[in-house]
Structures are given as C-alpha cells and as structure tokens.
C-alpha cells in the first residue's frame, strides 16, 4: 500500500507541479504538452564564468570528501579480488554484439536503411549481458542467473521512470533529440524500448562496482553523517522540492539542476516521514558503500552514453545554461555532475520494485 502511496505522491509532484507553475506564470500550457516534443522554446542563458565556477565549487565541496576517501581506499585496497569463475558464454555473446552495433551505429551503411536509427536498444542490451557477465565472474552470481524476474520486471519499470525524466525537460529543454523524425506512436514505441535499458544498466553495474575491495574495504566505516530532527529535514526538503517543481517551468535556467534531484528528494523525503530505511541511511552509521557505489554506477553508464550517442544517427545534443561549454563527447563537463544523483534515484527505484517482488 506505501508503495502506491509513495508512487502516487512522486507522479502527481512531477507531473502535476511543474503544470502548475506555468499555469500561474501565465505561460503558454500548450507548448509543454506538444507530442512529441519537437518546438524548442526555452531560451538558454549563454556560457558564465561565474556561474561555471559556481556549479564547479559546488560540485567540489560536495564530492572532495567522498574522493579523498576513495583515494585512500584505492591505495590501500587496489588488488583485484581473484575471480570464483570463468567467463560465462553468453558474456562473450554481449561483447561479440556490442561490437557488431558500436560498429553499425557510428557508421553509415546504405544497406541497414531504417535500422540504422535503432542502435541504441541492441547496444545497452550488451552492454547489460557483460556487466552481467563481469558480476558473475567475481562473485558466481549475477541478476540475470539469480534474479531473472527481477532483472525482466526493471525493464518496464525502467521505461516508466525515464518518461518522467522526459516529462520534465519539456520545463527546461536541456536535450533534444536529432537524427531521426517519429509519429507520435512510432516515438511512444521505440522511446519506451530504448529507455527500458537505463534501470538494469545502472543497477547491474552498481552490483558489480560492490562486488570490488576498493569499495567493499575502503567504505565500509568512513566518517558517519548524521542529521539532527531527521523528519523535520525531510518535510522542509519536500516543501523545497515542491516549491522548485512548480517554478520550474518559469525560471528555468536557474533551476534546471532539480530535474536531476527532485524524484531522490521526493521519494526519500517521503520515506524518512514514514519512518522507512532510505538510500541515505547506512551514512549515519559511516557506512558508504552503497552511496558511492550507486552514484559511480550512474557515473560509468553515463561516459558510455555520451560516447556511444556521440556518432550515431538518432542522438541526442544538450543545451544547458551558463555552463555549455568543455564538452566531453555531446556532455558540457560539468553536466556529467548530474550522473551522481541519478545513480541515487536508480537505486531508489530499484529497491521500490524489489519490495514489491519480496511482497508478492
């Protein structure tokens, strides 16, 4: 019952908030409801160095702490744990078709027509067969072999989840997509096929990053963080959240960055008045290994991402306020900051789905 609580509360904060705000700023509703969203409407603040700095001092003093730490670990704790297992076949089946399709999605072959636009899908399926693969060498365990269910009800999940994420960069317009042009149900078909792929993407790698002493040994006691009045923090970070979403739509090149972080603040939120375990809770007790974990899984997928959309056909090509320029492949540098959060959300919503599957 929590569980659709929680769901109900995230999709009608996401959904419904950021309507709201442009209602009340007078703006044209219409707009934001284009399908698919081709209209680029939002006008981008141009490059800032004051801004780049800010963001960049931000960014540092919120990760220096976890990287000082991660440095130690890695000098201390870099050998690699020895493998229980060989390589499994179907491992090498994932890195025989991730070649084939990084190879057919950076080159133009006159003879694969219209399939050329569908690369994305057959090469992250790969990508999740070797993570898969890489899991099962190290420990003789893996999704795809212990949790098959699981691994198969991410997928949907995983299609729903981005579509909020889709949903509200109609408020900010930081990406768009080029390449190839879809009807509304052609780009509601292959959409959903190609963002099924984010969940079991990031989760595998998360298991994987997990399985490695670096994190296991060098994160397991760090310096606790702890929080005075945790409910009353969570229920002025709701209220935070929400008061963004709805001037999202309104002011958005100043609060582009909530995209990013509003479904974490939300659902953890909910979960802390509710007195439920959250992501965020082994960090009182000093322990942060699934933290760093998720937010590196995020942060490895996401140089896969920018560099395999980089040549292909159907791309993507982003444009964010005050700090567009470094770009590492299509991603202004800083932007790949955004990938730490996500990792958070992913495994937030991979442990929602879990708790429904221990249910049942």
């Given at each position: 019952?929590?569980?659709?609580?929680?769901?109900?509360?995230?999709?009608?904060?996401?959904?419904?908030?950021?309507?709201?705000?442009?209602?009340?700023?007078?703006?044209?509703?219409?707009?934001?409801?284009q399908f698919p969203p081709e209209s680029l409407y939002v006008q981008h603040e141009a490059f800032s160095w004051p801004a780049f700095f800010a963001y960049l001092a931000f960014i540092l003093c919120a990760t220096t702490p976890v990287l000082i730490t991660g440095i130690r670990a890695w000098r201390q704790f870099r050998h690699r744990r020895s493998p229980t297992t060989g390589f499994p076949w179907w491992g090498w089946v994932g890195v025989g078709s991730g070649i084939v399709f990084w190879t057919l999605a950076w080159n133009r072959f006159d003879w694969l027509g219209s399939l050329q636009a569908h690369t994305f899908t057959p090469l992250w399926l790969s990508y999740i067969l070797v993570i898969n693969a890489l899991?099962?060498?190290?420990?003789?365990?893996?999704?795809?072999?212990?949790?098959?269910?699981?691994?198969?009800?991410?997928?949907?999940?995983?299609?729903?989840?981005?579509?909020?994420?889709?949903?509200?960069?109609?408020?900010?317009?930081?990406?768009?997509?080029?390449?190839?042009?879809?009807?509304?149900?052609?780009?509601?078909?292959?959409?959903?096929?190609?963002?099924?792929?984010?969940?079991?993407?990031?989760?595998?790698?998360?298991?994987?990053?997990?399985?490695?002493?670096?994190?296991?040994?060098?994160?397991?006691?760090?310096?606790?963080?702890?929080?005075?009045?945790?409910?009353?923090?969570?229920?002025?970070?709701?209220?935070?959240?929400?008061?963004?979403?709805?001037?999202?739509?309104?002011?958005?090149?100043?609060?582009?960055?909530?995209?990013?972080?509003?479904?974490?603040?939300?659902?953890?939120?909910?979960?802390?008045?509710?007195?439920?375990?959250?992501?965020?809770?082994?960090?009182?007790?000093?322990?942060?290994?699934?933290?760093?974990?998720?937010?590196?899984?995020?942060?490895?997928?996401?140089?896969?991402?920018?560099?395999?959309?980089?040549?292909?056909?159907?791309?993507?090509?982003?444009?964010?306020?005050?700090?567009?320029?470094?770009?590492?492949?299509?991603?202004?540098?800083?932007?790949?900051?955004?990938?730490?959060?996500?990792?958070?959300?992913?495994?937030?919503?991979?442990?929602?789905?879990?708790?429904?599957?221990?249910?049942?």
């Amino acid at each position: 019952m929590m569980f659709f609580f929680k769901l109900t509360v995230l999709a009608f904060m996401l959904l419904g908030l950021p309507m709201l705000g442009v209602w009340l700023g007078g703006l044209p509703i219409g707009r934001y409801l284009q399908f698919p969203p081709e209209s680029l409407y939002v006008q981008h603040e141009a490059f800032s160095w004051p801004a780049f700095f800010a963001y960049l001092a931000f960014i540092l003093c919120a990760t220096t702490p976890v990287l000082i730490t991660g440095i130690r670990a890695w000098r201390q704790f870099r050998h690699r744990r020895s493998p229980t297992t060989g390589f499994p076949w179907w491992g090498w089946v994932g890195v025989g078709s991730g070649i084939v399709f990084w190879t057919l999605a950076w080159n133009r072959f006159d003879w694969l027509g219209s399939l050329q636009a569908h690369t994305f899908t057959p090469l992250w399926l790969s990508y999740i067969l070797v993570i898969n693969a890489l899991k099962f060498r190290l420990s003789g365990s893996c999704m795809l072999t212990d949790r098959p269910g699981y691994l198969l009800l991410l997928f949907p999940a995983s299609a729903l989840f981005w579509w909020f994420f889709e949903y509200l960069n109609r408020f900010v317009q930081n990406w768009h997509y080029q390449g190839v042009q879809f009807g509304p149900g052609e780009y509601v078909i292959y959409a959903t096929i190609s963002f099924s792929t984010v969940l079991p993407a990031v989760l595998g790698t998360r298991d994987l990053l997990l399985e490695s002493r670096w994190i296991q040994a060098g994160f397991r006691q760090t310096r606790p963080l702890t929080f005075p009045q945790p409910r009353l923090l969570a229920g002025t970070v709701l209220l935070a959240a929400a008061a963004g979403l709805t001037a999202i739509g309104v002011w958005p090149n100043l609060l582009f960055p909530l995209l990013w972080v509003s479904p974490l603040l939300i659902i953890v939120s909910l979960q802390a008045l509710l007195g439920e375990e959250h992501v965020f809770e082994t960090l009182g007790r000093g322990d942060w290994r699934m933290v760093t974990a998720c937010a590196a899984s995020a942060l490895v997928c996401g140089f896969f991402w920018e560099m395999w959309n980089y040549l292909s056909l159907a791309r993507w090509v982003y444009a964010i306020p005050f700090v567009g320029r470094f770009k590492l492949f299509e991603m202004p540098i800083l932007g790949y900051a955004g990938y730490l959060p996500f990792g958070l959300q992913c495994a937030v919503i991979g442990a929602m789905v879990e708790a429904v599957i221990g249910r049942k």
